[in-house]
């Protein structure tokens, strides 16, 4: 016998809850998960010709850049409801740089999000985790030893955008102009031939606009005469500077009462500085908060008599001698001998100052390692070639003495490589940290210089570095491009040559002679300083290593002024710096000297890496120097290396990296359970139309057997079904075993299942 009732609304609910299924892949099965990943890298050329064919072949990825920037990182502290991702603008940190590695989960596998402080990711050499807010990190970073309160940091000077003004001559890209001719645009005006030499705020920004920086409190700054330009950081990590040319260039920054500390008050200023100048008697700022403010003036005032409202001037900005006390100012002097960093404040009668010595980095200290006295032997360099090429005199451009002509003998030669084995050349290991090449003249292709600081290790064997440079002749565009292989440590290196094969005349030559070829060991300085004003102390680190500090302070008067802030001059009049500055901060506190130093070693202050967005599947490795070799391993996508670097993943190179160990992370499943109560009265469902209750056992039979027939004979449910109103089954549910329904009281039977 079977019941049939309709449900009220009462009768069923719908319950969503998150299952969480945990995943764990190695390179290999990530793959076959189609869990993929990309390189990619901003570029300033128009997206008909990103890196390829008409954009047919975008070999940098640089599509993906901007889908990844405009998606997730474009003004997020401005317009964080129209990014994508699950955020707090104050506990994630999205910067995104010049080059980004992206990781990408089927929506399959992660289902309605990836579960946040579920993710890691063992690579080549780092494991990363993320801290639960959508930032990634090193496994082991302690939080605690860094600042992450943007709220902390009042001004910030990366600057991390300074990448798009590398070239001032191309301003957000550029149009491919009538018949093949680029055209430049700049606030839409055409600039065939632009001769941009350095960077204005003024010059370059609409009137009444200015730059920001990369604080949370978005500072307006006026850039004059800089230039930007890539700077190698600790561990040779790359990120953009601010080039100053010593005669004009200057950051100005308006005064702010959040910069204007008094004379108790805690703070820290730090910043790197590279190829710094200063000589004996020589005084060159980095950054002070005094000598010059701005007013407008009144219309009596004027500058120097009376004018009327409508006097062109009257109410103009100016700029005026400061009151004598000031905050700080941190600037270079020559003491016995040697460059040194000053650091002071004053309350206009009495002034404290701290110095420290430090190398200016204005000389480096590589060493060109000598070939001149060896016996030349073509056993220790060599040349080889893909096809056929002939190696003139090779062994001599390791000694400056005779330039090797390399040309090939049958078309196409698409590579050439030379290798150098130092070690049977010299009797020695070296560690190389730069090598140089200059190419002459050759077939009416120009002479160039190319150059690679090896941000690697050689201590095992790596890919460590590429250089190319792009050229027009008569022919097509050629590139010529060379990289460089430690195959054997500190022993045995390679350097390969591509590109730069194009027909000549009829005759198919590979367009390159080598005039020289320089190895380097050593380094350059990128000194960080920082000065710390702490519990009335002053002090000096560089480094991260606290160099020298003063007694505790005592000024009888305020230290505070109206005074604006000049990055690389004295009031923006004299005393103007020469070098470049990268990263500059300012703290309204002091930092430890732990925070102090893991700000020199993370280059940017920050213990994140990059960013998870859990519900996208997305995770982006995005800080220089580390994105750089993390999915370095042949087996899901393309083998990449460093920034612009493809290898074949079935070459001999692609096996020689460790790149993807192990990927954990769980997805969360939004699971909804569906709960329907089939409640039957005490008076329902009392007969059944089992054959086994009949006394002739079949469906026709209308007697009911004798066990069937009494006061205490109950029938049992077996199944339960749920139907639409087309009477068609929807659900169907098998109990394990029988329940006799009660006569007393009704029987209420759930059923759930999820979806």
């Not at 200016?360 to 073509?378: H, K, L």
């Not at 612009?644 to 990296?657: G, L, N, Q, V, W």
Request: with cysteine; net charge negative.
């Amino acid at each position: 016998m079977s019941v049939y009732k309709k449900f009220s609304p009462l009768d069923y609910a719908t319950v969503p809850f998150n299952a969480h299924k945990q995943y764990d892949f190695n390179s290999a099965s990530a793959a076959l998960n189609k869990i993929t990943h990309f390189d990619t890298r901003w570029t300033s050329e128009s997206i008909s010709t990103y890196s390829g064919n008409s954009g047919s072949d975008d070999s940098i990825n640089a599509i993906k850049y901007q889908q990844l920037d405009h998606l997730f990182y474009r003004n997020f502290k401005l317009d964080v409801n129209n990014r994508l991702g699950d955020s707090h603008y104050l506990k994630q940190r999205r910067v995104l740089y010049e080059n980004a590695n992206i990781l990408s989960i089927p929506a399959g596998l992660y289902g309605n999000q990836i579960k946040p402080g579920s993710f890691f990711l063992s690579s080549s050499n780092r494991k990363f985790v993320d801290d639960s807010n959508g930032n990634l990190m090193i496994s082991g970073t302690i939080i605690s030893d860094y600042v992450t309160d943007p709220r902390a940091n009042v001004l910030n000077i990366g600057p991390v955008k300074g990448f798009k003004l590398y070239d001032l001559n191309t301003i957000d890209g550029y149009l491919d102009g009538f018949e093949g001719n680029n055209v430049f645009y700049k606030d839409g005006e055409p600039r065939v031939n632009p001769t941009y030499d350095s960077y204005s705020s003024k010059e370059f920004l609409p009137q009444g606009k200015y730059d920001h920086d990369d604080s949370y409190y978005f500072n307006n700054i006026e850039y004059k005469n800089v230039t930007f330009s890539e700077r190698q950081l600790f561990d040779k990590d790359k990120f953009p500077g601010v080039d100053f040319n010593g005669s004009s260039s200057q950051i100005i920054i308006g005064h702010d009462d959040k910069f204007n500390y008094n004379k108790d008050d805690d703070f820290t200023i730090m910043f790197f500085t590279s190829g710094a100048r200063n000589v004996p008697g020589v005084t060159n700022y980095i950054i002070s908060k005094n000598t010059t403010k701005t007013i407008i003036p009144s219309p009596i005032g004027g500058k120097s008599e009376i004018y009327n409202t409508q006097t062109t001037g009257s109410s103009q900005p100016v700029d005026v001698f400061s009151e004598p006390q000031f905050p700080f100012e941190v600037y270079l002097e020559h003491v016995n001998a040697s460059p040194h960093v000053f650091f002071r404040k004053s309350d206009g009668d009495i002034t404290y100052t701290v110095s420290a010595s430090f190398n200016t980095g204005s000389i480096d200290s590589y060493t060109q390692i000598d070939f001149n006295n060896q016996t030349s032997n073509t056993d220790y360099i060599t040349g080889s070639s893909n096809n056929s090429a002939n190696f003139n005199n090779l062994s001599h451009v390791f000694d400056g003495s005779t330039a090797a002509a390399i040309v090939e003998a049958s078309y196409p030669l698409k590579q050439i490589t030379i290798d150098v084995d130092m070690y049977g050349y010299l009797g020695e290991s070296k560690t190389i940290t730069k090598i140089d090449i200059n190419f002459s003249n050759h077939l009416g292709f120009p002479a160039g210089h190319k150059q690679i600081e090896i941000s690697g290790s050689n201590d095992a064997e790596n890919w460590v570095g590429i250089s190319k440079e792009t050229f027009i002749t008569e022919t097509p565009v050629v590139e010529r491009e060379f990289s460089f292989f430690n195959a054997t440590p500190y022993k045995w290196y390679r350097i390969t040559f591509n590109k730069g094969l194009y027909e000549w005349s009829g005759i198919n030559q590979y367009i390159l002679k080598i005039e020289e070829i320089k190895f380097y060991e050593g380094s350059n300085f990128n000194p960080h300083i920082t000065c710390r004003s702490s519990a009335s102390k002053m002090q000096i680190l560089v480094d991260g290593n606290l160099i020298n500090e003063t007694d505790p302070v005592n000024l009888k008067s305020q230290t505070q002024n109206t005074s604006n802030i000049y990055i690389g001059s004295k009031g923006g009049k004299t005393n103007f710096y020469t070098g470049s500055l990268s990263q500059i901060n300012i703290f309204n506190r002091a930092l430890t000297n732990k925070q102090v130093f893991n700000h020199y070693i993370s280059n940017d202050g920050s213990p994140y890496v990059g960013n998870i967005f859990y519900s996208n599947g997305i995770i982006a490795l995005t800080q220089p120097g580390v994105e750089e070799f993390v999915f370095a391993k042949n087996g899901i996508g393309e083998m990449i290396l460093g920034e612009t670097f493809i290898i074949d993943p079935d070459s001999t190179e692609a096996k020689e990296f460790m790149g993807i160990n192990k990927l954990q992370f769980q997805g969360s499943h939004l699971i909804y359970e569906h709960e329907y109560q089939c409640t039957l009265d005490e008076h329902e469902f009392t007969d059944t139309l089992n054959p086994s209750a009949r006394k002739i056992r079949s469906h026709q039979s209308p007697d009911l057997a004798d066990f069937a027939t009494g006061s205490l004979f109950r029938p049992y449910i077996t199944t339960v079904g749920l139907y639409n109103e087309n009477n068609e089954l929807l659900v169907v549910g098998k109990l394990g075993q029988p329940i006799r329904t009660s006569d007393e009281t009704d029987t209420t039977l759930i059923v759930r299942w999820d979806t």
